[in-house]
Structures are given as C-alpha cells and as structure tokens.
C-alpha cells in the first residue's frame, strides 16, 4: 500500500529565513508528486507537482521541491519565507499501478508557523 | 478561485440525521472525488465518479453513498450521522480520470454534527 509521511507537524520559523517541509513517500509502482497549501478557513490550493522530467520542480510563491526516488523523498523547500506563508502544508502522492484512479493520497501535513 | 463550488458551506446537524452535499465541478472536467478531512484522520480519500459512474472507492463508509449526475454534478449523502462524522468535506475535479492531471479543490463544506 501508498503511504505519505510528513516528517514534522509542526516547522516555526523567522520571517525572511529558508525552510524546509520534509516529505517521505512508499510506493512498489511509479508515483506522481504534489504539495498543496491551506490556509485557514480555505480549501486546498496547488503549490506543485512532479510527474516526471527535471527532479527540481519549481512552483508558486517562490516554493520548490525535489524528487529524490533513491530516498523516496520530495522535500518543498522555500529560501526566504513570509508571514503569508504562514499555513498548513500537504504532500501528496498518486501511485500509478494498476487500477489507476488518480485518488490522492495525503500526508498527515505540516503547520509552518512563520514568526516576525 | 478554483472553479470548483459546493454547498452548503457549513451545516450543523444532529446525530441520526442525513445530510446532502453538491458539488460542481470546473467546466469541462468529467472526474469528481471526494475528500474527508477531520482532525484524527487527516485527509482521506471517499470516492471518486467519472463521467457518471464509480471509478473509485476509498475509506468510505457504508453510511455514506454518493453519485454523479448528467450534468456532472455530484452529491455526497452521509445518514445515519455520528458525532464522528463531524469534518470538513472537499470534492475536487480533474480533467480525466486516467492520468495524474492536477486536482482542482473546491472550499469545502464543514459538516458539524451535535
């Protein structure tokens, strides 16, 4: 079975300073990538995805992410973040095998909390 | 704005009781899937429709049944309602159902039942 771990619940940070938003994935077929941000009393909205290509993905607000399937990781990365940044981050992941539905499957997230 | 609408945004009801959630999807897409988010699960797949017909189920209960409609709407009935099915419910369309395209989220609706 697919499974998505978010390594940490919760990531405070200063504002102006880099982050990092730790994503770990299992999966036996080939998978797809995705972050989605949530900010309060919202629905989900995409920040990026990996299908294939390039291993760097770069997406909106100045997020990024890499695929790394040796570590079957897909980190999102932000080099200075903002008060506005301040949200609930989810990775998710379809996992193309067989009976391909294209469902989500989702992380449990990460609250960034970012501080002045 | 994603393009994708439901209703009604919050309901309140009690427990016994059944409910109805709607959902449009954008223009032009044919899948709809729905999502259950609550504190202790986190984020889970229900169900998803293509073009009218089940294509997919997840950790829905049997409580729960939805449908897709011609126009391509969709309802997401929950009976029977328990204190543990107070959430927040999200549909959310794609284009296809046959490969990986971006999912469209719409704002949710937050069911609360006393």
């Known amino acids: 079975a697919q499974s998505v771990t978010q390594l940490d619940s919760q990531v405070p940070v200063f504002e102006e300073a880099p982050v990092e938003l730790r994503c770990n994935y299992s999966?036996?077929?080939?998978?797809?990538l995705f972050w989605y941000v949530q900010y309060p009393n919202q629905g989900l909205q995409l920040l990026l995805k990996y299908l294939s290509g390039s291993t760097l993905v770069k997406g909106i607000n100045g997020f990024e992410a890499e695929f790394n399937k040796s570590q079957t990781s897909f980190h999102l990365r932000k080099p200075s973040v903002h008060i506005s940044d301040t949200a609930e981050y989810f990775c998710?992941?379809?996992?193309w095998g067989s009976g391909n539905t294209g469902k989500l499957i989702f992380g449990q997230g990460t609250t960034l909390q970012v501080k002045p | 704005d994603s393009g994708v609408t439901q209703t009604p945004k919050h309901l309140i009801t009690a427990t016994g009781q059944r409910v109805t959630l709607r959902c449009s999807p954008r223009s032009g897409d044919l899948s709809v899937y729905w999502y259950q988010q609550s504190l202790d699960q986190g984020l889970q797949f229900l169900i998803q429709?293509?073009?009218?017909?089940?294509?997919a189920k997840g950790n829905i209960l049997e409580r729960f049944s939805a449908q897709q409609f011609p126009d391509l709407h969709s309802e997401l009935n929950l009976s029977s309602l328990e204190l543990g099915d107070s959430a927040l419910y999200f549909c959310?369309?794609?284009?296809?159902?046959?490969?990986?395209?971006?999912?469209?989220f719409g704002p949710g609706t937050r069911l609360t039942v006393t």
């Open positions: 998710a992941v379809i996992a």
């Open positions: 429709y293509y073009n009218g017909e089940e294509r």
């Open positions: 999966s036996s077929v080939s998978v797809y």
């Open positions: 959310a369309s794609s284009e296809t159902s046959g490969a990986p395209y971006e999912q469209y």
